[in-house]
């Protein structure tokens, strides 16, 4: 699910902000939803904008009440817009929240209605635009600044407790990566940390890995580097996670799934580094490495 390009192109998706604070209550759109995407996760080399929810044939229902802004029918018609997203709905929202529901089953979505009630069909879940099968795509964007949302921080929690998985931690430097052991022997010296870490799902045999919400490290207890999957903005016209300061795909994913969560200045003597990866839930995995740090030569 592709969006920059949408939001950045159509004014009228992006102006007549109402102000205020976002809603405290906001519905999910489907019954008994399972993500099989999460915000922020790698996508063919771009972050992910939404949230992909798995829930079966079923009616779709707006995150809150509101004015329906933009519709668009999937079709064969090459003069169609060009994106993936299939049969989708916008609804503007009275706190200035925009939402956006993609991959609708085609022929779905309601007529003769401007504005759509809490509760509301407003589409089915289905299969359009470029997928791998019936699912529903959310959007929520601020329109006021123009940034995307991580829908999970604003959305009813789901009690998940299942935790994130720390799949692998390593050190970069030189280019060259180091995976690190319970108990491991470094070179001191500023290295970069890179991190495998997911969500759990059950869709992981055809799925990308699911982004967790946070991940930081700390070093002898003192916290020195974190990456909150908050908010996708533009900075100089590049996307970027957590603008204005945020960083962009490139200097944040190093292949499928390790990301850069920053530098670290190792000293020479023992270390304790504690990596932990939580979701929106509260539910967190920690692993530990004992560093053993070399003399400079």
Known sequence: MRLSWLFGGMALLRAAAFGGEHCAALGWPVDNPSLTATFGESRSGRFLDGID?????????PIEGGEIIFVSEDSADPRGLPSGLGSFVVLGHRDGLRSLYAHLERGSIVRGKTSLATGDALGSVGDSGD????HLGLCVIDGATGEFLNPLTILPRLGTTATPVINAVSIERDKKLTALSSASSVAPGMVGLVVDASEQSPFVDFADPMAPYTITASLDGDPVLSL?????????????????????YDATYLGAGGVRLGTLQLKPGESELDVTA???DGNQATARFILTVGASP
């Open 53 to 61: 929810i798995a829930g079966g044939a079923q009616p779709v229902k």
């Open 131 to 134: 997928t791998v099968g019936d």
């Open 228 to 248: 909150r999957y908050g908010s996708l903005g533009l900075r100089g016209g590049t996307e970027v996670l957590d603008p204005p300061s945020g960083r962009p």
């Open 278 to 280: 939580s979701d929106v």
